[in-house]
C-alpha cells in the first residue's frame, strides 16, 4: 500500500476520520493515509429514510469551526455545486440529511490521502511503529487514528428473533418493503426509532398492517438543544468535563443523555400530525390508514415465539405491570455502542481500558498505552464517558480533529484555544473575574467541602 512509514493512518472513513483528513489537508509535513473497507463513502445508507435532517447546524461541518477558509467545508461545497442562492433561499430549519452526506461524499472524493474498498484486519507494533495490515498489503505508521464508528446495540432478547424477520435500525431502509401488511414492533424511543416510525406510517402503498412504537423511556422526549444545553457541545465545556474524576463523568452523561440523544421536536411534531390524520381524516384507498399504538416507559425483557410471529414481553414502568405485544416483524432502534475494532486485538493488553473495555482517553484524544509516547492511538467517537456527550456528534469534530493534528505535529497547527465559555462550571474557575458587558464585577470565591455549611 505504501513503502514508508506514514506519519498518521486512519482506519475507517467516517465523518470524524474524514474531518481529521480534511483539517491534514492543509498541513503539508504531515503524510497521512486513510482506509475504509467500503467501497465509497456512504453515511449511513440504512437510516436514509425520506425527508430525514441533521440534528445539527451545517456549520458544524468537517472543518470551519477552526480552519474557516478551508476548500473542505459546508459552504465551499454549496458553492462548487452551484446552489449556494438556492439553498440560503429554501430556508431550510434544519438542513436534509442527504444533502450533508452529498457533501461529506463530495470530500470523500477529493481527498487524495483515502483509500476505499481496503479493510484494516490487524494492527501491530513493531519497535519503530504500527503496522497495519489490509486489503492490498501492509502500512508502516508513527501514529493511528482509529474511526470506525459505533456498533449496533442488540438486547440479549435479539438472539431469538430469526434474522429474517428482525433488523437493526442501522438496515431499516433495507426492511421496509418486507413490513407490507405485517405487524410491526419498533423498539427504541431515539430519533432513529421516531423516524422509522414516522416512515411506517407515512406508507399508502405497502403499508404494513400495524405499527407498535416501544420506548424505555418515560415518554417520547425532544432533544434539547436550547443554548445552555448548547454550551455542553463546545470545546470549553469538554476540556472541563474530561477534567473530572471518572465517577462524576458517567453519571454527569446519563443526567445528560436527551441533551444529545433525544428527538427533534420537529419529527414529533410530524410524527403527531401524522397519528392526527391517520386516526381522524384517513380513509381514502391512498391513505389507508396504519393502526398505530406508542408504548412508552415499557421496556423490552424478553420475546417468545408464537407461531409465525412473536410475543413482546414487556415491563411497564408507568404502572409497574407486564405487557405483551404480538409482532410479525421486530425493528430495533435501540441504538450503538463503542466496542474496539477486532483489528486492535493484538494491542488490547498494551491499552488501558476502563472496567467497561473503553480506553482511557486523553484530552489530545490519545488513548493511555504502554508503548513509546511519540507512538499514539487516537481514538475518535469511543470518549463518551472521557469527554461527554458531544463526542459522539458531529458538532465538536472540527475541533477535535485540529486537537489530533496538533498533538501529531507537536506544535500548534491550529488554534484551538477559546476564551472562557459564559458559564463558570469549575471551582477552579471561581477565582477568575466575571464580565459584565466589559464591567468587571467581583470574583467569585470557591470553597473546599470543608468550608460549606
Ligand atoms: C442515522 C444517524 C444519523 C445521525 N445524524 C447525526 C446528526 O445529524 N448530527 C450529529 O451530530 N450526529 C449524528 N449522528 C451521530 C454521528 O455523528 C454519526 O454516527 C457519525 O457517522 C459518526 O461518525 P464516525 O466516523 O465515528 O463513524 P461511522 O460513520 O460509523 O464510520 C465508520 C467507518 O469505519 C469503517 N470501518 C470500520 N471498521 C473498519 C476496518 N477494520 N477497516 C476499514 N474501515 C473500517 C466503516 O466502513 C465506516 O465507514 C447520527 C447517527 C446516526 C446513526
Ligand atoms: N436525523 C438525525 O440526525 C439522526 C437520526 C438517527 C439518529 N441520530 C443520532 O444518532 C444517535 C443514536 O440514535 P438512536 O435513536 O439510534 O439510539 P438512542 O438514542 O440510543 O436510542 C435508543 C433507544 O432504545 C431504547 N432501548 C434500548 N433497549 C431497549 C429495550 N430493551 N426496550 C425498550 N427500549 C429500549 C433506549 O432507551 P433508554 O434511553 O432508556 O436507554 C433508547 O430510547 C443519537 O445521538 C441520535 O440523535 C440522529
New binding site residues.
Given amino acids: 500500500m505504501t513503502d514508508h512509514p506514514l506519519d498518521l493512518a486512519g482506519?475507517?472513513?467516517?465523518?470524524?476520520?474524514?474531518s481529521l483528513a480534511a483539517q491534514l489537508d492543509a498541513v503539508a509535513d504531515i503524510d497521512a493515509r486513510f482506509?475504509?473497507?467500503?467501497p465509497a463513502?456512504?453515511?449511513?445508507p440504512g437510516?436514509m429514510l425520506p425527508e430525514?435532517?441533521?440534528?445539527?447546524s451545517c456549520l458544524?461541518d468537517l472543518v470551519t469551526a477552526v480552519n474557516p477558509t478551508s476548500p473542505w467545508s459546508f459552504m465551499a461545497y454549496l458553492v462548487a455545486q452551484k446552489r449556494f442562492y438556492e439553498f440560503l433561499n429554501a430556508d431550510f430549519g434544519a438542513v436534509p440529511?442527504q444533502e450533508?452526506a452529498r457533501y461529506l461524499a463530495w470530500v470523500a472524493a477529493r481527498l487524495p490521502s483515502l483509500r476505499f474498498g481496503?479493510?484494516?484486519?490487524e494492527v501491530r507494533f513493531a519497535a519503530d511503529g504500527f503496522r497495519l495490515r489490509?486489503d492490498g498489503g501492509t502500512v508502516r505508521a508513527r501514529t493511528i487514528a482509529v474511526?470506525?464508528?459505533?456498533q449496533p446495540n442488540l438486547p440479549a432478547f435479539a438472539g431469538k428473533l430469526d434474522p429474517r424477520d428482525h433488523v437493526h435500525?442501522?438496515q431499516a431502509a433495507s426492511c421496509l418493503d418486507r413490513t407490507a401488511g405485517r405487524r410491526v414492533a419498533v423498539i427504541g424511543g431515539g430519533?432513529?426509532g421516531a423516524?422509522i416510525v414516522l416512515t411506517l406510517l407515512n406508507r399508502s402503498r405497502d403499508a404494513p398492517a400495524s405499527v407498535d412504537w416501544i420506548s424505555r423511556r418515560p415518554n417520547f422526549q425532544p432533544i434539547d438543544a436550547t443554548p445552555f444545553t448548547n454550551e455542553l457541545f463546545t470545546p470549553g465545556y469538554v476540556e472541563r468535563f474530561h477534567a473530572l474524576p471518572e465517577a462524576r463523568r458517567r453519571s454527569t452523561v446519563a443526567h445528560q443523555k436527551l441533551a444529545?440523544d433525544g428527538i427533534s421536536p420537529a419529527t414529533l411534531q410530524a410524527l403527531y400530525q401524522r397519528l392526527y390524520t391517520v386516526r381522524h381524516l384517513a380513509g381514502h384507498a391512498s391513505d389507508a390508514p396504519v393502526a398505530a399504538r406508542l408504548m412508552p416507559h415499557r421496556e423490552v425483557m424478553d420475546v417468545e415465539r408464537a407461531g409465525g410471529s412473536y410475543r413482546l414481553l414487556m415491563r411497564n414502568g408507568f404502572d409497574g405491570r407486564i405487557d405483551v405485544v404480538q409482532a410479525d416483524i421486530v425493528i430495533l432502534a435501540t441504538g450503538?455502542r463503542f466496542a474496539l475494532?477486532?483489528?486492535l486485538d493484538p494491542l488490547r493488553d498494551r491499552l488501558r481500558l476502563d472496567a467497561t473495555g473503553r480506553p482511557q482517553i486523553g484530552p489530545d484524544f490519545a488513548a493511555a498505552w504502554d508503548g513509546p509516547a511519540r507512538n499514539r492511538v487516537f481514538v475518535?467517537?469511543g470518549g463518551l464517558i472521557s469527554h461527554g456527550i458531544a463526542e459522539?456528534?458531529?458538532?465538536l469534530?472540527a475541533w477535535r480533529s485540529a486537537v489530533i493534528v496538533n498533538a501529531v505535529a507537536g506544535r500548534a497547527v491550529f488554534e484551538t484555544d477559546l476564551p472562557p465559555s459564559p458559564i463558570t462550571w469549575s471551582s477552579a474557575e471561581c477565582g477568575r473575574p466575571a464580565h459584565d458587558g466589559g464591567g468587571r464585577l467581583d470574583a467569585a470565591e470557591s470553597l473546599s467541602p470543608f468550608e460549606m455549611v
Avoid at 52 to 56: F, G, R, S
Avoid at 118 to 121: D, F, G, N, Y
Avoid at 147 to 150: E, I, N
Wanted: proline share 8%; net charge neutral.
Fill in positions: 482506519i475507517g472513513i467516517g465523518p470524524f476520520n474524514l482506509f475504509d473497507r467500503a463513502f456512504d453515511w449511513h437510516m430525514v435532517a441533521l440534528q445539527t458544524k440529511r450533508f481496503t479493510a484494516i484486519h489490509g474511526g470506525v464508528g459505533l435500525s442501522a430519533q432513529s423516524e444529545g450503538y475494532p477486532p483489528c475518535l467517537n459522539p456528534q458531529l458538532s469534530m
